[in-house]
């Protein structure tokens, strides 16, 4: 390769992966402190809200039409039903997610609190899948349902007639390329998107409401017909109750409001332990954002009924999937019309951005933490077009299909705020708030039903997350088992008499002893330094420190390290670690040990009995094993050069 090409080529792997953390990888360093100035970076929360908001407010294209088909001409009682649990139920339920995981972790994180070892990792790999499922099919579903609009506007169907999934698969590269020119256009596009969408829906709505107003007919031609089908109110309500989970759509963008909470401004005096400001400002966020979806919903809902014949709604109608699209042409004119279309196809395009954004921000806070995804993993531009591909898929997969997919999305919203309502009834139980656990039990209770009833009308969206879900813990175990071998000790903090011990024998030849801990007696230390000597043919007068690591969570993968010191019967000096893996931690200590002192240490140990699978398989899952063998693997992958690395001596 020529030096231009070569030059080339790492200016692109630079652009790539820019701003990655090089954690876990190389040498262990100390803690990086949060920068001064943390509680100034970010948006204000405004223009945030247009970034979920491209995802909650694009509903309005084809909420209504849904509305129209599951409940007829209820659809204005069952939205009034959909509102009510949007802001007596949803909205506090993520307010209160914002103020107990301020770092965009969401439910996720709460859930996984309670969880320890392997079975809290999995059950996160678990809740990720259903993420996945909601955030990847909100791309896909928003492309296919704005390349529909576009495909059956009036002046173009004949050409594009036939050329959906076309259309579809150059909307998501398209929302990739967004991505990859940084975070900040993404929200620049949200703004301008957000706010002409949202004032051609009040042109829309003013003018629809006029017509209803001047047409006084039509009011009375529905109230007889509603009281002719259904008879009294209680029963309307009580139908409008059991269509209410088909609507359930239309309380999309509450997880992806959580998600993206670190990029919300903060105060100055915020902090990372607790930043105020931040949580704040981001329940404004989800409170205007529920408030004017709220109103706009209940209003296109009334006049779309009234002023639409049913049949339109029906497939192959013209105001299937596009109710509002087609009162904008009806009463506003074909120019008005195709203006308001460009926009609702722009804003279905862009609605991707805020799924896109949530899943940056999730899957590079768990997966690489756990080991169970590529360092690179951590970087943004790597990412995105990762999840870029996988929605190629999605969209091939699925033909492109609006409908196909909406099983999987209405399972993927209603399993994540299904989450986050148990998840904040633990919390308000913890601290004791005897109302709000009431509360927020009631409210987990409407949404466990609506997600049991919407699996039970709709398995596919089950069976679809259940893909994700494989998928994901497939790739992550993978990638775990590639990952086995890397350092991934994040930092090394040694006390006064651990650092004292370690360069008292660098004046001499550093030797560690690895020991298993048992008895602690002076006869087991004794024992150890007799069949060292014996095993590796060593004077009496050689000096040692004896290293011991006890396992804590080996589920574990990345995590700072803590070495005390501490001195045994009077004559035993040892190094005590916790870590959640023994030979990741060993290869760490002598690594520092090395950097502090300028020597290279050697250390001894014993080879383990049993078989060496089933050893490995102990190293994967539990941290302890074949230890020798695996810390000079650490050690060979870490360090490169064998003149530099520490000894590793097994009798």
Same mark, same amino acid.
């Given at each position: 390769?020529?030096?231009?090409?070569?030059?080339?080529?790492?200016?692109?792997?630079?652009?790539?992966? !820019?701003?990655?953390?090089?954690?876990?990888?190389?040498?262990?360093?100390?803690?990086?402190?949060?920068?001064?100035?943390?509680?100034?970076?970010?948006?204000?929360?405004?223009?945030?809200?247009?970034?979920?908001? %491209?995802? #909650?407010? &694009?509903?309005?294209? #084809?909420?209504?039409?849904?509305?129209?088909?599951?409940?007829?001409?209820?659809?204005? $009682?069952?939205?009034?039903?959909?509102?009510?649990?949007?802001?007596?139920?949803?909205?506090?339920?993520?307010?209160?997610?914002?103020?107990?995981?301020?770092?965009?972790?969401?439910?996720?994180?709460?859930?996984?609190?309670?969880?320890?070892?392997?079975?809290?990792?999995?059950?996160?790999?678990?809740?990720?899948?259903?993420?996945?499922?909601?955030?990847?099919?909100?791309?896909?579903?928003?492309?296919?349902?704005?390349?529909?609009?576009?495909?059956?506007?009036?002046?173009?169907?004949?050409?594009?007639?036939?050329?959906?999934?076309?259309?579809?698969? $150059?909307?998501?590269?398209?929302?990739?390329?967004?991505?990859?020119?940084?975070?900040? +256009?993404?929200?620049?596009?949200?703004?301008?998107?957000?706010?002409?969408?949202?004032?051609?829906?009040?042109?829309?709505?003013?003018?629809?409401?006029?017509?209803?107003?001047?047409?006084?007919?039509?009011?009375?031609?529905?109230?007889?017909?509603?009281?002719?089908?259904?008879?009294?109110?209680?029963?309307?309500?009580?139908?409008?109750? =059991?269509?209410?989970?088909?609507?359930?759509?239309?309380? &999309?963008?509450?997880?992806?409001?959580?998600?993206?909470?670190?990029? $919300?401004?903060?105060?100055?005096?915020?902090?990372?332990?607790?930043?105020?400001?931040?949580?704040?400002?981001?329940?404004?966020?989800?409170?205007?954002?529920?408030?004017?979806?709220?109103?706009?919903? =209940?209003?296109?809902?009334?006049?779309?009924?009234?002023?639409?014949?049913?049949? +339109?709604? !029906?497939?192959?109608?013209?105001?299937?999937?596009?109710?509002?699209?087609?009162?904008?042409?009806?009463?506003?004119?074909?120019?008005?019309?195709?203006?308001?279309?460009?926009?609702?196809?722009?804003?279905?395009?862009?609605?991707?951005?805020?799924?896109?954004?949530?899943?940056?921000?999730?899957?590079?806070?768990?997966?690489?933490?756990?080991?169970?995804?590529?360092?690179?993993?951590?970087?943004?531009?790597?990412?995105?077009?990762?999840?870029?591909?996988?929605?190629?898929?999605?969209?091939?997969?699925?033909?492109?299909?609006?409908?196909?997919?909406?099983?999987? #999305?209405?399972?993927? %919203?209603?399993?994540?705020?299904?989450?986050?309502?148990?998840?904040?009834?633990?919390?308000?139980?913890?601290?004791?708030?005897?109302?709000?656990?009431?509360?927020?039990?009631?409210?987990?209770? $409407? *949404?466990?039903?609506?997600?049991?009833?919407?699996?039970?009308?709709?398995?596919?969206?089950?069976?679809?997350?259940?893909?994700?879900?494989?998928?994901?813990?497939?790739?992550?175990?993978?990638?775990?088992?590639?990952?086995? *071998?890397?350092?991934?000790?994040?930092? =090394?903090?040694?006390?006064?008499?651990?650092?004292? *011990?370690?360069?008292?024998?660098?004046?001499?030849?550093?030797?560690?002893?690895?020991?298993?801990?048992?008895?602690?007696?002076?006869?087991?230390?004794?024992?150890?330094?007799?069949?060292?000597?014996?095993?590796?043919?060593?004077?009496?007068?050689?000096?040692?420190?004896?290293?011991? %690591?006890?396992?804590?969570?080996?589920?574990?993968?990345?995590?700072?390290?803590?070495?005390?010191?501490? %001195?045994?019967?009077?004559?035993?000096?040892?190094?005590?670690?916790?870590?959640?893996?023994? &030979?990741?931690?060993?290869?760490?200590?002598?690594?520092?040990?090395?950097?502090?002192?300028?020597?290279?240490?050697? =250390?001894?140990? !014993?080879?383990?009995?049993?078989?060496?699978?089933?050893? *490995?398989?102990?190293?994967?899952?539990?941290?302890?094993?074949?230890?020798?063998?695996?810390?000079?693997?650490?050690?060979?992958?870490?360090?490169?050069?064998?003149?530099?690395?520490?000894?590793?001596?097994?009798?």
């Amino acid at each position: 390769m020529s030096p231009s090409n070569e030059t080339r080529t790492s200016k692109l792997r630079a652009w790539m992966l !820019e701003g990655l953390s090089d954690m876990g990888r190389g040498r262990p360093s100390r803690p990086v402190e949060p920068a001064p100035d943390a509680g100034h970076k970010g948006q204000p929360w405004y223009r945030v809200m247009c970034l979920t908001g %491209v995802d #909650y407010f &694009s509903t309005l294209g #084809y909420q209504p039409g849904i509305a129209a088909l599951a409940a007829g001409l209820l659809s204005p $009682v069952a939205t009034v039903v959909l509102v009510v649990v949007t802001l007596a139920g949803a909205l506090p339920v993520y307010r209160r997610v914002a103020e107990e995981s301020p770092h965009g972790e969401g439910s996720i994180a709460m859930l996984s609190r309670l969880l320890s070892f392997w079975k809290g990792k999995l059950f996160v790999l678990t809740l990720l899948g259903f993420a996945a499922t909601d955030f990847l099919i909100t791309i896909t579903l928003s492309a296919a349902d704005a390349s529909t609009h576009l495909v059956e506007n009036p002046h173009l169907n004949a050409a594009l007639h036939d050329k959906q999934l076309i259309i579809t698969m $150059v909307l998501i590269a398209l929302l990739g390329a967004v991505f990859m020119k940084g975070f900040l +256009e993404a929200i620049g596009v949200a703004v301008a998107l957000v706010g002409t969408y949202l004032a051609l829906n009040a042109v829309v709505v003013a003018t629809g409401l006029w017509q209803v107003i001047t047409q006084g007919h039509v009011v009375t031609d529905w109230t007889a017909a509603l009281t002719q089908e259904h008879g009294n109110v209680l029963v309307m309500v009580g139908v409008a109750l =059991i269509v209410f989970p088909k609507l359930a759509l239309g309380l &999309s963008g509450f997880e992806t409001g959580v998600a993206v909470m670190p990029h $919300v401004k903060g105060d100055p005096e915020d902090t990372e332990a607790r930043p105020a400001g931040r949580i704040r400002d981001t329940k404004k966020l989800l409170t205007t954002a529920a408030l004017i979806m709220s109103v706009f919903l =209940i209003c296109t809902s009334f006049i779309t009924t009234v002023l639409i014949p049913h049949q +339109e709604f !029906e497939p192959g109608g013209q105001a299937n999937g596009r109710a509002l699209a087609y009162l904008a042409h009806a009463y506003l004119g074909s120019a008005f019309g195709t203006v308001y279309d460009v926009s609702t196809i722009a804003i279905l395009w862009f609605a991707g951005a805020s799924a896109m954004a949530g899943l940056l921000n999730l899957m590079p806070r768990y997966l690489p933490k756990y080991g169970m995804a590529p360092h690179w993993a951590r970087a943004v531009r790597p990412m995105v077009l990762v999840f870029t591909l996988i929605a190629f898929l999605v969209t091939w997969l699925f033909d492109a299909d609006v409908d196909a997919q909406g099983g999987a #999305y209405a399972t993927g %919203v209603l399993v994540l705020i299904s989450s986050a309502a148990i998840a904040v009834t633990i919390a308000a139980r913890k601290a004791r708030q005897k109302r709000w656990t009431i509360g927020f039990g009631a409210i987990a209770a $409407v *949404f466990l039903y609506t997600t049991v009833l919407n699996v039970i009308e709709r398995p596919d969206g089950v069976k679809i997350g259940a893909c994700f879900i494989a998928g994901i813990m497939l790739v992550s175990f993978l990638s775990r088992l590639g990952r086995l *071998f890397e350092l991934r000790v994040t930092h =090394i903090e040694l006390d006064e008499l651990a650092e004292r *011990f370690i360069r008292d024998i660098a004046h001499r030849t550093p030797r560690f002893a690895a020991n298993k801990p048992l008895r602690r007696d002076e006869a087991e230390y004794r024992h150890k330094l007799e069949q060292i000597r014996t095993d590796n043919e060593l004077p009496a007068s050689d000096d040692f420190v004896f290293v011991e %690591v006890t396992v804590t969570d080996p589920s574990e993968f990345e995590a700072a390290l803590t070495v005390r010191g501490e %001195v045994l019967h009077d004559r035993y000096r040892v190094l005590t670690l916790e870590s959640s893996s023994v &030979s990741n931690s060993l290869a760490a200590l002598l690594l520092h040990a090395r950097d502090l002192t300028g020597t290279r240490p050697h =250390i001894y140990f !014993e080879w383990t009995e049993g078989n060496p699978f089933a050893n *490995f398989f102990r190293f994967f899952l539990f941290g302890h094993g074949e230890i020798a063998p695996v810390t000079r693997e650490v050690l060979r992958e870490a360090e490169p050069d064998p003149e530099l690395r520490p000894h590793v001596h097994v009798g």
